[in-house]
């Protein structure tokens, strides 16, 4: 078992700093490393080689980067290269990161203290109940119409879209649920849903909520022809996502592309994701183990 | 039963005209009279004489009244006032109201004419279920962290509180519900919640998000000072509600008082469960019913 | 607060002795009386007098009497008649009783002394929460139809009908409730299930099951006609029932008149519910209060 | 697609007589072969080449032998061979089958004609749910307890884990589930159960009721020494199932080992869901698909 003393959190956004507050509850002395913008966070670090000092882990965002060259760092007007003077900072130290095949293409690592604590199925599912929630609410708060006795439309039987549609019905709606597989179909039906084969979503007038989870165009503009003009679509699938974004403009359809809901509208709940799935590392890796064989 | 052919729908907000149009597309004519502001509906008029021609029914709005002297009339920069030149103008129609009491004080009333569309139990219930709707909605956006794993508190079993309960429930939330009544209590724990005795909320400090209920103080300053420092409280009842606004601010704990939530988070909705109000009170309704003979 | 030392079980079926042994795990001396029968139980004594003996309580069961005239006591050959000789052996003990009325003119009885454990309506709430699960049971076991997927309609929205209601939707089936009054109709439209009013349970034929809670009848001949020739009919409602058995004997209807589900089919839990309502009278009686206060 | 006219239903239960009238239902004329011991079906052949004249298809039962020798024929005192013979017979028809490896290996069959109707995910999942159905009520029917605040044990979270567990919760249990991958115990917790790693079922002291799904031995000797002695178990796997018998009643603990539940407790149910295997075959095969490409 692996023991953090003192991690150094290296930019990202607030989920960020909540995970570094609920480490702190649990006795573990955190540095900040770019977040210069948050007055609140202490202590921030402007320079990475005092941040690391003492510390035997180091924390990297999610994402870990948005360019594919410098670490994700919003809350920070600085720029921290993903380099070989990088991995020379944080040699030694064990490294908590997303996207790890990235950082190690990126610098002189050693593949055994290197740790994706995101690309996990654990973290995975539990984001996914997370996103569920939030999409809910930004569909109350995106309609003129109530959950409670609507058609509601749920493109995908995946990890959002099962807790997606079991909070729909609890507030009364009518679910339609569209997959592929026939297991499926035949799961949405045992549970009480309506289900509909992708490729027959086409009367999707009768909806007044859709919520896509599904990560390519599933909603072209012949669908979207037949979409009611009063209906709120809800894009939860990412970049660039499910549904044809043009179109909507054109038929004058509602669309909300929401991305990183749980990081966004529920930090704390993110965070605490985040933190089970480090100590889970820390408990069940010894030496020796690589982040390929976590996967 | 009673066949409404024109009706003058006479101020209200928003969810009045969505009412409006959900009455026209039955195939009933709609006057509007007190909507100057809003450029998308129409036939508006600005002299209420006018706007009753050939109108065999009139509506005024929930609430009838905000100051007891002018009809509620939020979209329009004129007053009309409740007066006995009013009754003169409604003389001989059947007139659909809120405050249907307010309303006959007010003018030279025939009883029989009034009928209150508000005042109604099965109003009330879906009311309170698209309550319900909008509080998850507002504890969702409104906090760090997710209803998800979280202790939440409901005060008050009553229309709102039931449906609350459940739908908090759906999103995986600890629900904890006050009550006085020992019946109460063996439904809350019936139900799986757990209960707990009005006079017993002093522990709150376990809640994450606690919502209110009941119209009348029962988060006193005592108990806000072991509420947690990140809970959420969003109260639900009528003015003046259930929480002590000040202690609130001097102890720093965020407070939403949520009125009118279906009016605002679901007006479609809203308009639709008033809708079926009066359907209902033209089908049961004979002649020479007044008004108190529903209740 | 009144302190049970050693309690004298007098008749009553095997919830009695599921009860006996609950006290006496709590750390109550329980003498037996009226149980002969049962070998797995002592003391048993077949004198009450020498039952009685340091007792400070006696229990008397549910019912009290099936015939007016004795104690019910379905465990004994023997027979205790409810007269002045009862009363005299139970002076100045404190009395658990059902039918508390029925107790009282049966003898010489101080009304101080005669609590009502079972007309409460916490016991009458959990024990239809536990009726509601025997029920179910009863249904799957006597159907060649699975709940799963088939039509069930529930005549009555009252203490049984609304845990019903909710189990049956829990394993996917189309429930249709019937009530009267226009706030029940709403609550259940409001709960999700299909509402009916009492007097147009006509088109009985679509149901596969059909649970009656109401205690008259509903189910006369005319709508037993129009009930499916393998539909399922279990009565809940105390005898005569709400279901015309006759009708449904000429018909070739299956019924099911299932009476004291909870002690049947839950003695255990139907004990603990009667546990929990001793505890709760002891707790809250004090000197002089007699059983008529407690209503 | 593929019309059936007339089928020839060979052997099985009482399920298969379900399946019979409703394809009957259907339009489709049905002769039996193997149901003497049954009066009221009709038309039973005890000639098999009469049965199948004017057939142009045939269904052997679920399942499709108990010896391996012979067609699982409960109905019937009349034996009949799996062999050349009956392949002879069956020459140029569809065969409908479960167990299709068996009955291709045991004539000289076409593998064009063999479909099976049993070994696919739909059928699979409605089982499952069916089953769990059925298992609640022998929850029920088999305890002195109530599921209603009692605590459950669910061993596996596969098909049938599932729906039992959000089935028991319905009911107020307090739902513990054993699994052993991560990704299954994180869902577990997702959906508001207590998860629980399958090598940890020490302490299985806690539960009144165990339900075991998991096909090889779960419950050991040295577990259910510590269970408690009024606690049941459910064994829903198939033979030889996962509690160790002998230990169970060594230890004096109520064991069920519930077999071919959906069958026996909801034959007509479980009838609907093999019709619909048999139309989906129907309308998916074209000439030429061997029962191998299904698969």
């Known amino acids: 078992m692996f023991q953090m003393k003192k991690i150094c959190i290296i930019g990202g956004d607030f989920r960020m700093i909540c995970l570094g507050r609920q480490l702190e509850e649990s006795g573990i002395f955190v540095n900040y490393f770019g977040f210069e913008k948050m007055t609140s966070v202490s202590p921030v670090y402007s320079d990475l080689e005092n941040a690391l000092d003492e510390c035997n882990c180091a924390l990297l965002p999610v994402p870990l980067s948005r360019d594919g060259i410098h670490v994700f760092m919003p809350m920070s007007d600085n720029k921290l290269e993903l380099n070989g003077e990088l991995s020379r900072l944080l040699k030694g130290m064990r ?16 593949s055994d203290q290197i740790f994706d604590y995101f690309d996990r199925e654990p973290v995975k599912i539990e984001n996914a109940v997370l996103t569920a929630e939030g999409a809910v609410c930004e569909a109350i708060k995106n309609s003129d119409y109530s959950l409670y006795m609507s058609k509601c439309l749920v493109a995908g039987w995946g990890r959002i879209g099962k807790p997606l549609c079991r909070l729909l019905r ?3 709606a009518d679910v339609t649920v569209s997959a592929r597989r026939s297991d499926d179909l035949t799961w949405i ?17 009768r909806y007044k909520f859709i919520f896509n989870t599904v990560p390519h165009i599933i909603f072209t503009k012949d669908i979207l022809e037949n ?7 809800i894009d939860l699938a990412s970049m660039p996502g499910g549904v044809d974004k043009k179109a909507c403009e054109e038929l004058n359809i509602k669309l909300i592309h929401a991305l ?28 020796n183990t690589s982040w390929k064989n976590q996967l």
């Open 95 to 110: 490294i908590y990161t997303s996207n790890a095949e990235m950082l190690i293409k990126s610098g002189d690592y050693d």
């Open 189 to 205: 039906r045992a549970e009480g849903f309506t289900p509909v084969h992708t490729n027959e979503i086409i009367n999707s007038g």
């Open 227 to 233: 979409t009611a003009a009063d209906a709120l679509i």
């Open 260 to 287: 990183s809901i749980p990081g966004k509208t529920a930090p704390q709940a993110a965070a605490a994701v985040l933190k089970k799935s480090l100590i889970e590392i820390n408990e069940t890796t010894r030496r």
């Open 170 to 172: 609890a507030f009364g």
